[in-house]
């Protein structure tokens, strides 16, 4: 499976928009309304809203202008292309969300007596925007920016920072809404990772692929420039003209999925 980048561009990039455009419905009809909390910068943008009333179509792309900064210099052009593209098409639909609720053309759901209820359908709702992002090769910036950088320079893994980030942005939540809040923050971030997983690939946390070329090592040179992964170079003859093939093999996670035909 190695999808030329020049024929489905248009398609990533509709994707792309689409699930941020989820996620943002998520956030405001479902999250902030009820005072619920995520995690990353995302996190820290609500952070802000519930202390200074900052909108967050306007701190979220403001934090992530250093991160995406940092990524163009550290981690290629080509790799962040899709990354700036959903971090801006984020930071529109949240503004237009806001737009949307401030004039009262959306009343947001405001269950008190049934948290459950919003918080699963906020962790379906953000979970089902981000899994259609990471499938399409895209991100939000943020966090997957800080975890890729923090692997090369700390030798940590980027679950690991992704995590601590995470506990650390919810953590610091307690100081402005309650506890209750918090745990029913945790539930939704669980669902929405469920979600994501059930989105870009069912529930296996990496795939193998097996490409047919005559293009062998362009192609095992691209994958190690573009994912950073290794690959597994075999001769190959086709079982019906006997013509002489390579077969490149490798193994990519979930958020890569989508990326592997980016060096097409």
């Excluded at 900064?69 to 806001?98: A, C, D, N, P």
């Excluded at 209820?117 to 399409?136: C, E, P």
Aim: glycine share 12%.
């Amino acid at each position: 499976m190695y999808i030329n980048k020049q024929v489905f561009p248009l398609k990533q990039l509709a994707a792309i928009m689409l699930g941020t455009a989820i996620f943002a419905f998520g956030l405001h009809y479902f999250v902030i309304p009820n005072k619920l909390m995520e995690g990353g910068l995302t996190g820290i943008s609500l952070l802000l809203f519930y202390a200074l009333s900052l909108p967050p179509s306007v701190t979220t792309f403001l934090l992530n202008i250093p991160l995406l900064l940092l990524g163009w210099k550290y981690m290629g052009h080509q790799r962040m292309i899709y990354t700036i593209y959903g971090t801006l098409s984020l930071s529109v639909f949240l503004w237009l969300m806001e737009m949307v609720i401030g004039h009262g053309w959306i009343v947001p759901l405001v269950n008190p007596e049934d948290y459950f209820l919003v918080t699963l359908y906020a962790g379906v709702t953000i979970g089902l925007g981000l899994g259609i992002v990471f499938r399409f090769g895209g991100t939000t910036g943020g966090v997957d920016i800080i975890a890729y950088l923090g692997s090369k320079w700390w030798k940590l893994s980027m679950g690991q920072i992704i995590l601590a980030l995470d506990a650390s942005v919810i953590g610091l939540s307690l100081l402005y809404i309650p506890k209750e809040k918090v745990l029913y923050t945790i539930v939704a971030v669980f669902i929405a990772s469920r979600m994501i997983d059930f989105i870009t690939e069912g529930a296996y946390e990496a795939r193998a692929f097996s490409i047919i070329t005559h293009k062998g090592q362009a192609v095992c040179e691209a994958i190690s420039r573009e994912l950073e992964r290794g690959s597994t170079l075999i001769p190959a003859k086709g079982g019906f003209s006997l013509e002489s093939k390579e077969l490149v093999y490798c193994i990519v996670s979930r958020q890569e999925i989508g990326r592997l035909g980016e060096g097409g």
